[in-house]
């Protein structure tokens, strides 16, 4: 069974970067011809597809987040991370990783992993 | 991008009723349209893609139709599991989008 984990800061200044990696486990992150996307959901709100990447480092990103998203992926850890720059208080959210369902193309999202909580504040 | 619309955004229902939650998108993704169930504090799980598919293991009281830009959700009979929000995804394009979601209450 795919198993998703998201890790990294939990707390973020306000322009400062934040940093997540999903570690995949159960599967490869090669097999398959999946891409691997980050949503995430304010407090209370609903869900924003980020971005994906594909395990050769092709990236699609949400228009609303391009200046600010770097996706990036190590295939040797089965990993796959984000970095959101000049982050506000408006970043605040839990992030997901998720896999694309189907292979190939934009897609429904099948595994995800259990979400971490980020907040901005000073 | 494409802006999903779901409504009711409320629902109160008793166990056992039949109910129906509508999706809109603002173009049309073809039959590219999934459905969502979310529970606090947890992930969304998958129970619907392209429009109709039922993902495995999701009890089959769940469906979905619709094409272009108008999709239903259906629960036959509404189960306790049932109570949760559900949202809708298009991935028409590469820039996928969700709806803003449909809390299922206890009446």
């Known amino acids: 069974q795919l198993q998703l984990q998201e890790s990294g800061s939990g707390l973020v200044k306000p322009s400062q970067t934040l940093s997540l990696t999903c570690a995949v486990s159960?599967?490869?992150?090669?097999?398959?011809?999946?891409?691997w996307s980050w949503i995430r959901q304010p407090p209370g709100k609903g869900l924003e597809w980020m971005g994906y990447?594909?395990?050769?480092?092709?990236?699609y990103y949400n228009p609303s987040l391009r200046s600010r998203l770097t996706l990036s992926v190590d295939r040797s850890k089965n990993q796959f991370s984000l970095s959101l720059s000049s982050v506000t208080a408006a970043d605040t959210a839990v992030y997901y990783c998720?896999?694309?369902?189907?292979?190939?193309?934009?897609?429904?999202?099948?595994?995800w992993g259990q979400g971490t909580l980020v907040s901005v504040s000073s | 991008d494409i802006q999903m619309t779901q409504f009711p955004s409320t629902l109160s229902a008793s166990v056992g009723d039949r109910i129906t939650i509508t999706c809109r998108a603002s173009?049309?993704?073809?039959?590219?349209l999934a459905w969502y169930q979310q529970k606090p504090g947890r992930a969304p799980k998958l129970l619907i893609y392209?429009?109709?598919n039922l993902e495995s293991g999701v009890p089959s009281r769940f469906s979905g139709s619709g094409s272009g830009t108008q999709f239903t959700l259906t629960i036959s009979s509404l189960q306790p599991d049932d109570f949760a929000t559900y949202y809708c995804?298009?991935?028409?394009?590469?820039?996928?989008?969700f709806g803003q979601g449909t809390k299922v209450e206890i009446k």
């Open positions: 998720a896999r694309d369902g189907g292979g190939g193309g934009p897609n429904y999202f099948d595994y």
């Open positions: 159960g599967g490869s992150i090669t097999s398959g011809g999946y891409s």
């Open positions: 990447i594909y395990p050769s480092g092709t990236t």
């Open positions: 173009q049309s993704v073809s039959s590219w």
């Open positions: 392209k429009t109709s």
């Open positions: 995804q298009q991935y028409n394009t590469y820039s996928r989008t």
